[in-house]
């Protein structure tokens, strides 16, 4: 079993729509949590960067962390084109381990 | 600030041959990564180094070498490259007040035959 779990989609939206991503993790020392997002062809980006327990956001962006459940979120509100991409979860206590990623496709 | 940079953007190489990935960073960060992606797998940390002079293995760094030559600069060698080191290589880097914030180079593209 993979220390962290996401489902590889894709997801298919239509523009507009609130997307949310999932993720499952098994480590329950992991201490930070982040989301990446990856165009085609290209690097990791960071997007998002939660410690511990809660809620962040930031523009359209939400995190959410809940350890209890060992669950991790990425809410999108009005999703648009520009945000097609795949989405990396990952979480750590001294280094990070990455999700498969999810593919997210928004279209117009 | 270009951030962190890789070279090359795409290499082929023959099974058996070596070669060296480079990677620089300008944010002064302390902390550096190497790690590969392959379809389905997600990134798999191959090295990292904590700070200047030290070195350690991650999840999957059978036939790899990696040496920290400064603060700025993290290489990964392939001595003897094998089809299955076949897979886009991506640098990191971390440091700072966001000391667990990794940033990611633009990867390299590289295929063994």
């Known amino acids: 079993q993979k220390e962290v779990e996401q489902d590889p989609g894709p997801l298919s939206v239509p523009e507009g729509a609130i997307v949310s991503l999932n993720c499952t993790y098994s480590n329950s020392a992991f201490q930070y949590f982040m989301w990446y997002r990856q165009y085609s062809r290209k690097g990791p980006e960071l997007l998002m960067y939660?410690?511990?327990?809660g809620n962040k956001e930031d523009g359209r962006f939400t995190a959410q962390v809940d350890k209890s459940s060992k669950y991790i979120s990425l809410f999108i509100r009005d999703s648009q084109p520009s945000d097609s991409a795949t989405y990396l979860c990952a979480g750590g206590y001294n280094k990070l381990i990455f999700g498969a990623g999810t593919r997210l496709a928004v279209h117009p | 600030n270009a951030g962190v940079t890789q070279t090359p953007k795409f290499q082929v190489l023959k099974t058996g041959q070596s070669m060296t990935l480079q990677c620089a960073q300008d944010m002064n960060h302390n902390s550096m990564y190497w790690y590969r992606q392959d379809p389905g797998m997600g990134l798999r940390l191959i090295y990292y180094s904590a700070s200047e002079g030290t070195t350690d293995k991650g999840e999957v760094p059978n036939g790899y070498n990696v040496s920290r030559l400064n603060k700025r600069e993290f290489s990964l060698r392939l001595e003897s490259a094998a089809p299955s080191q076949t897979s886009v290589y991506f640098c990191?880097?971390?440091?700072?007040?966001?000391?667990?914030?990794?940033?990611f180079g633009p990867g390299t593209r590289l295929t063994v035959t």
């Open positions: 990191a880097s971390s440091g700072g007040l966001a000391i667990n914030e990794q940033y």
């Open positions: 939660t410690y511990s327990s």
